[in-house]
T-cell receptor, first 114, second 114 residues
Framework: AQKVTQAQTEISVVEKEDVTLDCVYE???????LFWYKQPPSGELVFLIR??????QNEISGRYSWNFQKSTSSFNFTITASQVVDSAVYFC???????????FGKGTRLHILP | DAGVTQSPTHLIKTRGQHVTLRCSPI?????VSWYQQVLGQGPQFIFQ???????GRGNFPDRFSARQFPNYSSELNVNALLLGDSALYLC?????????????FGQGTRLTVV
């Protein structure tokens, strides 16, 4: 069965600190896709990244970076030099590629304190 | 280009009533998926439609139904509303209807059942 676990319910850090959001997933498929979404208070889910199961290269986009490790079934997300605008709920998610069904974790609420 | 649009943005209904939520996908996208997000949880998959055919269904009661029109827009219907149906309902569209392409989310419809 597919499952996404985000063990950190809520994190608070002071602005400019680095912060890592953890994500562990479960799937029996060899082909799957992993995602991170950001949900600001307005409610809309903002796509951040998609990674397929055959590409374990880490990715960096500005202050954001993602570490995908199949050996530990983890797909962690790091924000470097955090800013107040990064405050939001972040969701890690999994899709097995047969359809658009996306399995979301419960989310991590991130507070960046000025 | 317009993103995924949902209407209405907010809605208040009484227990036992029915509700219809609407979604217009991004132009060119043939797949529409619906998700329910209750407070403090990640979105839960309800339905996916691709080319007007149901491609996937989540674990929701038969009170929930949906359809997709020839222009790829979609409606989600919920009958006999319960207090527990209060949630943010999110619509997502994608081109291929499979996880290999990005799913873009609308701003959601916030339904309150009283």
């Amino acid at each position: 069965a597919q499952k996404v676990t985000q063990a950190q319910t809520e994190i608070s850090v002071v602005e400019k600190e680095d912060v890592t959001l953890d994500c562990v997933y479960e799937t029996r498929d060899t082909t799957y896709y992993l995602f991170w979404y950001k949900q600001p208070p307005s409610g809309e889910l903002v796509f951040l990244i998609r990674r397929n199961s055959f590409d374990e290269q880490n990715e960096i986009s500005g202050r954001y970076s993602w570490n995908f490790q199949k050996s530990t079934s983890s797909f962690n997300f790091t924000i470097t030099a955090s800013q107040v605008v990064d405050s939001a709920v972040y969701f890690c998610a999994l899709s097995e590629g047969r359809d658009d069904k996306i399995i979301f974790g419960k989310g991590t609420r991130l507070h960046i304190l000025p | 280009d317009a993103g995924v649009t949902q209407s209405p943005t907010h809605l208040i209904k009484t227990r036992g009533q029915h509700v219809t939520l609407r979604c217009s996908p991004i132009s060119g996208h043939k797949s529409v998926s619906w998700y329910q997000q209750v407070l403090g949880q990640g979105p839960q998959f309800i339905f996916q439609y691709y080319e007007k055919e149901e491609r996937g269904r989540g674990n929701f009661p038969d009170r929930f139904s949906a359809r997709q029109f020839p222009n790829y827009s979609s409606e989600l219907n919920v009958n006999a509303l319960l207090l527990g149906d209060s949630a943010l309902y999110l619509c997502a569209s994608s081109f291929s209807g499979r996880g290999e392409t990005e799913a873009f989310f609308g701003q959601g419809t916030r339904l309150t059942v009283v």
